[in-house]
């Protein structure tokens, strides 16, 4: 490892084919000729380079303020390349184990009041800590061939048992291994979107699994959209803007445990002492004191109103569980729901997510005090279809074994949407015409140039130029054969199985996804975010499959997966390149970890669903468990099965398809503003992103129903986005990433403890008992229960 005085060094240096690689300390270079690079290239040398003199200060020689991707590429990632072997067998071993972990958390969440996506930091630490252990607790094959070596004077083959040593523990845990043990497991929860189907089909209706059905879905559709990846890799992972700022508090983690030592390293240091303080202090918000989630001074002052009264406060100013309130002026000092994606995003998406939020709050409110959609008859916030009196709706005995019985509905009637959600699904319509729009309009141009680099070997990003000298790709034909075996598979289940999709209609939810998907991932891969496009899926499946819910289900989880993990691919294939992972090993780890993974969520939700069935249907939930997000998903596809009663001309919510032309027209609208009017006071315009302010804009209902944190992210992103960013430099690059990094892994070990221990993940629950700063009895924020 190199000490902390020799990363300058080491970020000033460039990788050239065909010398002997340098290995460096804090005191000299020393010439070093282990390893090679996958391709057979003899070695590397690492030089000073003056094309690099500027990757620690800027042109002017002050410190770096990062920006854009190009930014980030030069001054904040070292170009650094050990060529470290990446593939071994303790590197998979590992990565079988922790994929399990990340499934089992993952689909732990689900069912969670709020969802977390597990962050990469957490299982990066997870990930070192048993690699470590696996290096020093094993013998050693470096040290037995040091030793076999020097006792017997002998250059020549060795024994067979030190040559198993090798390949059991060859030496040190290297990057490279972590790496791939993290990015393994990371890909875990890339099927979960069959998952999410089947919960519901088991949840929601008597239509019974097959095993047929789970292992050829799983499959199917966890790895269609890796074979779109292949294709779109020159603009969404070669392309130096596509930064996937995500990621970047894992990558600076990863090499901040590699190549500093603790006792030279200051920021190694500080982020251990950031993650022992926040593992100690999560289980006061987790568990004992959960009224820190949610600090509400207004509902402090109100907590005693009645009536009318309490029901307008709570709406307004209540958001510690789901579905509460809208959480106005709520502030959240529970970094498991902060975590570190609010301060890694791009300020401009910060300054569009706040807008859009603040348009959400009055929207919702004018929709329900002005009772849009006779909103007043329901309430103020749900998830879930209901009757006209706002009972929830009986889905399971209208949708006899999945197909509409038209005599249950006529006696039940139509089912109604909250106003707020039926907001919700209007605006995540709109913002996926407007992404459509605005990629065509704004960065079609950028898609060619592209391409055209790629196909000269021109690359503006020094990480994939990198890459490309020294590794081979995964050629364009090994996504294809994934591709088609997906199809074929997916083909079956939908001939063979109950699940009532038609052949044709799985071929058409295929080519909707294969559409959009690079649209959705450009986006993210600028942004860090990107458009939520699953209910384009089920409102087309609704037209095409009417009154089949569960088929709607299918359709969809097809057609949105192919988006989702041709994103997930193109994001670790990004990571892949600036932690130097060659792109082959990349590729089949990746296949490896989401079937590994697929089959593990299943099992967890099998066991949860099992012990808390009447709570994840029946209600909003408690503070361990919640089926607000399976509830909603059914809620989606349900009024989209129905899309012909409740979206046609005369439907009560006609409006909701009709918002895809509009977010597409609004697009068109500022594009020719932005050509006649290119920049107001400095401001160029071509830096809106609608797509991004339409989908916060009805965000809430939908995706942030839990809306205690929402101000606290606001506050973090914009305190690491724009003050450390733009006036501590320096801090923003060598501690943010690895902060809040620590605060993921921390607060998430400490939640999975928990939930095992105490929240009835692994048998009985175990609540804390109540006082008032755990109100088990009523709302957490201690708002007013409306009477």
């Keep these: 490892m190199a000490s902390r005085n020799s990363e300058a060094v080491e970020d000033s240096l460039v990788a050239l084919p065909n010398r002997p690689k340098i290995a460096h300390n804090s005191e000299h270079l020393v010439t070093d000729v282990e390893g090679k690079p996958e391709n057979d290239i003899t070695t590397t040398t690492l030089i000073p380079s003056s094309s690099n003199e500027h990757d620690r200060t800027g042109p002017d020689g002050k410190e770096p303020i990062i920006v854009t991707g190009l930014d980030a590429a030069r001054h904040l990632l070292s170009l650094r390349d050990d060529f470290e072997p990446a593939l071994t067998f303790r590197s998979i071993f590992l990565a079988s184990c922790v994929s399990a972990f990340q499934a089992v958390m993952s689909q732990i969440y689900t069912f969670k009041p709020t969802g977390v996506s597990i962050s990469g930091t957490f299982i990066v630490l997870i990930a070192y800590f048993l690699g470590n252990a696996w290096a020093y607790v094993l013998p050693r094959g470096d040290h037995q061939e040091a030793k076999w070596r020097q006792g017997t004077g002998s250059d020549g083959r060795l024994p067979r048992w030190i040559r198993f040593l090798q390949f059991l523990n060859p030496g040190p845990w290297n990057i490279k291994e972590h790496a791939i043990c993290a990015i393994t497991a990371t890909s875990a929860s890339n099927a979960a979107a069959s998952i999410y189907v089947f919960t519901a089909q088991d949840l929601f209706y008597d239509l019974p699994l097959s095993t047929t059905t789970v292992v050829l879905s799983v499959i199917s559709i966890g790895l269609f959209g890796y074979g779109i990846c292949g294709i779109l890799r020159p603009i969404c992972v070669w392309h130096v803007e596509a930064v996937y700022w995500s990621n970047l508090p894992t990558v600076k ?105 603040f348009i959400c709050f009055f929207a919702m409110i004018g929709i329900y005090y002005g009772n849009a959609w006779d909103a007043k008859s329901q309430p103020f916030m749900s998830t879930r279809l209901r009757t006209e009196s706002g009972k929830p709706y009986p889905t399971a005995k209208v949708f006899v074994g999945g197909v509409l019985d038209k005599a249950a509905l006529a006696r039940y009637g139509l089912p109604k949407l909250t106003g707020s959600f039926a907001y919700a699904i209007f605006m995540a319509n709109a913002a996926i015409g407007a992404l459509i729009t605005h990629c065509i309009l704004f960065w079609g141009g950028d898609f060619w140039n592209a391409y055209k680099s790629a196909k000269a070997g021109r690359y503006d990003d020094r990480h994939h130029a990198h890459m490309a000298r020294h590794y081979k790709e ?52 600028r942004f860090g975010n990107g458009i939520a496009t699953n209910n384009l899926s089920k409102m087309l499946a609704g037209l095409l499959v009417p009154e089949r819910p569960i088929g709607n289900m299918y359709f969809a989880a097809w057609s949105h997966n ?40 299943y099992a967890v939700m099998i066991s949860i669903v099992g012990g808390n069935r009447d709570l994840l249907v029946n209600s909003d939930g408690n503070s361990s468990w919640s089926g607000a997000s399976i509830q909603a998903y059914n809620t989606n596809a349900t009024s989209w099965a129905l899309a012909k009663y409740l979206f046609g001309a005369s439907g009560r919510y006609f409006q909701i398809p009709i918002g895809l032309a509009i977010g597409s027209g609004i697009v068109v609208v500022h594009r020719i503003i932005a050509h006649f009017i290119p920049k107001i006071r400095g401001f160029s315009l071509d830096e809106i992103n609608l797509p991004q302010l339409i989908q916060y804009a009805g965000f809430i209902p939908y995706n942030q129903s839990q809306t205690c944190v929402i101000f606290s992210s606001l506050i973090v992103g914009f305190f690491s986005q724009f003050y450390l960013r733009n006036y501590k430099p320096r801090i923003f690059k060598d501690y943010m990433y690895l902060v809040t990094g620590a605060w993921d892994g921390a607060s998430l070990f400490v939640l999975f403890i928990l939930s095992f221990a105490v929240f009835g993940a692994g048998g009985k629950s175990v609540p804390f008992p109540s006082w008032w700063g755990n109100n088990s009895g009523g709302n957490l924020d201690l708002c007013p229960a409306a009477e």
Aim: charged fraction near 10%; proline fraction near 5%; glycine fraction near 6%.
């Design 562 to 601: 192919i988006i989702s993990n041709c994103v997930n691919l193109c994001s670790d294939l990004k990571m892949g390149e600036y932690l130097k992972i060659p792109p082959r090993t990349m590729f089949l780890t990746q296949i490896y970890g989401t079937v590994l993974g697929g089959f593990v969520n």
């Design 474 to 525: 995964a050629p364009w034909w090994w996504y294809v054969i994934v591709l088609v075996i997906s199809f074929v598979l997916g083909l079956v289940v939908v001939i063979r199985e109950n699940i009532t999709l038609q052949p044709w209609a799985y071929v058409v939810a295929l080519v909707l996804g294969i559409v959009i998907a690079p649209f959705s991932t450009l986006l993210y891969s």
């Design 253 to 357: 983690t990863l090499q901040g445990l590699h190549w500093q030592e603790l006792k030279n390293s200051k920021p190694l240091r500080v982020f251990w002492y950031s993650f022992s303080a926040m593992a100690i202090y999560e289980v006061f918000p987790a568990y004992v004191f959960p009224w820190l989630n949610s600090i509400s001074i207004p509902c402090l002052a109100s907590m005693r109103a009645t009536g009318e009264k309490a029901s307008i406060l709570t709406n307004l100013f209540g958001g510690a569980t789901n579905n509460e309130g809208l959480g106005l002026f709520t502030v959240s000092l529970d970094w498991q729901y902060i975590t570190s994606t609010a301060s890694s995003l791009p300020l401009k998406l910060q300054a569009h997510q706040a807008l859009g939020y």
